[in-house]
Nanobody, 119 residues
Framework: QVQLVESGGGLVQAGGSLRLSCAVAGRTNSMYTMAWFRQAPGKEREFVTSIHWSTGNTYYAESVKGRFTTSSDNAKNTMYLQMNSLKPEDTAVYYC????????????WGQGTQVTVSS
């Protein structure tokens, strides 16, 4: 069993910053990539960014490139999302997810943390 716990969401004005954390507990012997997804009201869940656990390689959705940075502390089994220059359209529930192997999908999810950006 693996548990993912997000923290760090909140309310911020447009142009502000927030830092999200995702701590992984339980069986962490197999971690391939971790990712952040988000879901805004009335919209489908969308990919935001991912990080390869071993290499640290990162990938970003076009909508957040240059504003968001994902990183990890492997010793703490924790992933971070630094969000700068936030826009109202970044308002969503942010979820972290774990993909254990190259052959698996993102099959472990956190409970989500709300990010609200006011204009």
């Amino acid at each position: 069993q693996v548990q993912l716990v997000e923290s760090g969401g909140g309310l911020v004005q447009a142009g502000g910053s927030l830092r999200l954390s995702c701590a992984v507990a339980g069986r962490t012997n197999s971690m391939y990539t971790m990712a952040w997804f988000r879901q805004a009201p009335g919209k489908e869940r969308e990919f935001v960014t991912s990080i390869h656990w071993s290499t640290g390689n990162t990938y970003y959705a076009e909508s957040v490139k240059g504003r968001f940075t994902t990183s990890s502390d492997n010793a703490k089994n924790t992933m971070y999302l630094q969000m700068n220059s936030l826009k109202p359209e970044d308002t969503a529930v942010y979820y972290c997810a774990l993909r254990r192997t190259v052959l698996s999908s993102y099959d472990s999810w956190g409970q989500g943390t709300q990010v609200t950006v006011s204009s």
